[in-house]
DNA sequence: TGTAATGTTTACCAATCGGTCAAATTATCC
DNA sequence: GGATAATTTGACCGATTGGTAAACATTACA
């Protein structure tokens, strides 16, 4: 008798370690372009490269696929703001975090894209992720702010709308990649528009948070 | 014999006018959630509340309703950038474009998100018009920039990336909504969230910009 | 008021959707 | 090598998909 997903044995098999990865890695694909809704399991199961039944009997529905591959990248995202470090020194630590959220919109663009596509569609799967760990997360590093800002060290400024902005900037390179080369054209749309970026983007924030001692 | 959509007498009825204002709304409703895969007639035709075949009276496919509203949207969301005076004075246009962004991202939200899904989808039906309008709209605003900051009355940056953000911070918050409002908490998600957005983001930009006489 | 054009509905279609099932195949372990 | 468990497949299911055909109802206009 199969039973799908080792719910015999608890232990996951190489195949099944293999298998689910590649599943995965489809579904990343799919879902970060259609959204959730706009995808089917046949096509994932193509991009897959196996039949229906067979990537069904890894993960039972497409939700749970789904709910898989959220799970799995939503602790990722969250890496760079996690490494941010209230001992730092301030400007370095801002910089180094728009820096790192670049890198992944340049490297993660699909990652990025299924968030993107799930907060559009009001965030029904992770709504309470939202509210829950990402919430403390940001409260925790709004105060850290919030402190650099009540010692002197930055210019006042909230701290919120500040790692929003941080957000929506950076992702906005992976989310809006074809907006942001269409516009920029053919000859600057190459790699360099990351640098471009970032050069940019550490100035604005950077620059913006400085204290003017006028 | 019915002829879809007047292709005899070339004018439209009043019904016409008033069905397809209807539809479109609801379209506007669906499209803007689920994105265009997945999104069905027969979804918007029940929020538009009409039946199926109904509603492909007015338009034959789900494409060309998809089509119709992305037109209709397009020239609307453009109107800022439009309105950005090359005459004006630096600081309060910029300010003014901030203001204004942002109060569409609040009034219309549908909107923001249906071009938000498209763009996550590769633009596969805008793709023209971003290359064509919408690169010739912002090369024209980005030589008006530029030459600002060569006339030393703001800060030298790169006027594409500056309005990369400038879209991207202020749409943040009709396609994030659901993002921003979990992490502001229930207590501060009130409509006073886009006056603080407002204020942030006008302090960001605006003293970024400002010439630094040190 | 009659009539032609416009608008609406019911019934339907083939294709695709998410998902199941049992049989066949392959891997694992003694 | 054989038993047993894990994996894969093709055939299939009912529901939903985008869309059509034709009958029916309503409107506009002479």
Redesign the interface.
Known sequence: MAIPRAAKTQRRTRIQEEKEEVILEAALDVF????????TIDQIAEVAGMSKPNLLYYFRTKEAMHRALIDRVLFTWLEPLRAFDANGNPESEIRSYIRRKLEMARDFPRES?LF??E?????PHV?DE??GP??SL?DEKAEVIRAWAKAGKI?K??P???I??I???T???A??????R????QE?SGEGRFE??A???E???V??LRMRHT
């Open positions: 970060s372009v259609h959204g959730f809704r706009g995808s894209r993107a596509n907060m559009l569609q009001g965030a709504e939202l509210r990402l919430k940001v210019a400024c909230d919120y709308h500040l929003f902005s957000w929506s900037t992702q906005h390179y989310d809006f990649d074809v907006q942001v269409a516009v920029l054209g600057h471009d970026a050069r940019y983007l100035q604005l924030f620059d913006g």
